[in-house]
């Protein structure tokens, strides 16, 4: 039996010319983990105080226990490595991760390949329930207390909610634009009420300001240790079921015939994308197009497998956000720009260049 292009398994999976089910190939999963080392070494080496990237990355495996190398730095070198600049790239990993896999994921489940937590109104549902609890409850930006990634996950899977069921509104017909279309009204919307709050509260402006804008500045390890447990969630949550978006994307039918439960298996893939999305922007603010950026690309380079995109989503958007605070706080210093600009920068052009892949795609 032959597969044409597009064709998929009978688990649904799409299938590769030959009929062997599409797999995550390890020269994929090595190049990944390359480039999340190299952006870590790379994060952790620039900044005021340039570091040797060699003694940087021998400081880092002296973090493994019992590993033990001279990397020649000094006591004061050392302290800056671990205590000032890991911890901020660390944080870029967990955050471009949990975004770049959030809109892997939902791209698989909308089967939209323009879905993106930023347009879908997430980030923005997120943002306003951060914006609240720190403009009425006087959270600081530097210490986020348990209750602000908790609200952003409430705002997140609200905003989401609202997105799904204004697409929706066309029934079963509606076209791959309308769900985008929805987000950016529910954005407008949330964006309005943040922006109203915020004026009711004008001495939470700059503080919200500047987050607003996306940013990894960091003190310490608090932010990474806030991040990691809705990191761990989300990750396994839709790792575990990658699969299952392979076959959602098929269809509701399609999927039902494959003894699938749609709605049910939609409904914890959104809640698992929210919440990652929740935390990351808690963690950092509204960064956009990293879900854009990172799947797609993925998608064009590895293969149209969710099974593929969704973990080297993971691995690639951490090194690239990684990288791109990177370019952010070095490239206007000893000024730094908020990394939001930069992604959104790059983002655009690229968002472009999907709009007109999709559009190919549809016609």
Known sequence: MTHR?????????????GGAPAGLRPGWLVAGLVAVAVALVVGVSLGPVSLPPLSVAAELLNLIPGVRLDSGLSEREIA????LRLPRAVLGLLVGGLLALAGGCYQGVFRNPLADPYLLGVAAGAGLAV??????GGAAIGAMPVTVPLAAFGGALGAVLMTYLLGSAQGRHRSPVTLILAGVAVSAF??????????????????????????????????VRMVLP??????????LHRREIDV???????????????QRSRYLLI??????????????GLIG???????????????????VILPLSLLFGGAFLTLTDVVARTVAAPGEIPIGVVTALLGGPFFVLVLRTSRRLTV
Do not use: C
């Not at 800056?80 to 205590?83: G, N």
């Not at 039918?253 to 003894?259: I, Q, R, V």
């Open 248 to 262: 959602l994307s098929l269809g509701d039918d399609e999927a039902t015939s494959l003894g699938l439960h749609p």
């Open 271 to 284: 809640a698992a994308a929210s919440l990652g999305t929740a935390a990351a922007v808690a963690a950092a």
């Open 289 to 307: 197009f990293v879900g854009i950026i990172v799947p797609h690309a993925l998608r064009l380079l590895a293969g149209s497998s969710y099974r």
């Open 131 to 136: 914006t609240t609890v720190i403009a009425l």
């Open 230 to 239: 809705y990191f761990v969630i989300t990750v396994a949550v839709v790792l």
């Open 80 to 83: 800056i490595v671990t205590e």
């Open 190 to 223: 949330l964006s309005a009420g943040q922006t109203y709050l915020l004026q009711r509260n004008a001495d939470s402006i700059q503080q919200v300001y500047s987050w607003l804008l996306g940013r990894l500045a960091t003190a310490g390890w608090g932010d």
């Open 5 to 17: 292009p597009g064709a998929t398994t009978r688990s649904g999976v799409p299938a590769r010319p």
